[in-house]
């Protein structure tokens, strides 16, 4: 089992940035690709940013290339988003996901708000 929980969410103007935290526990070296998606208001979840757990593979969705960045401390098995240039369009609950070569993970999700 793998268990991921998200925090850093808030409510922040427009331009401005934001870090989204994962931090991953349990059997964190099964996990293959951890990611970040997001589902705004009436809208479908969505791919935001994925990276392969053993390094490299950085994917973004091209709403976020250049504005977000996904890292990773290994230390803490924590993932970051770091978001700048926040747009109103960004609002939304973000989820970090994990996947191992069985299962499929979700984080609760945390709520950013973009105001304009």
């Known amino acids: 089992q793998v268990q991921l929980v998200e925090s850093g969410g808030g409510l922040v103007q427009a331009g401005g940035s934001l870090r989204l935290s994962c931090a991953a526990s349990g059997r964190t070296n099964s996990i293959v690709v951890l990611g970040w998606y997001r589902q705004a208001p009436g809208k479908e979840r969505e791919f935001v940013a994925r990276f392969h757990w053993s390094g490299g593979g950085i994917l973004y969705a091209d709403s976020v290339k250049g504005r977000f960045t996904i890292s990773r401390n290994n230390a803490k098995d924590t993932v970051y988003l770091q978001m700048n240039s926040l747009k109103p369009e960004d609002t939304a609950i973000y989820y970090c996901?994990?996947?191992?070569?069985?299962?499929?993970?979700w984080g609760q999700g945390t709520q950013l708000t973009v105001s304009s």
């Open positions: 996901n994990a996947y191992t070569y069985s299962d499929e993970y």
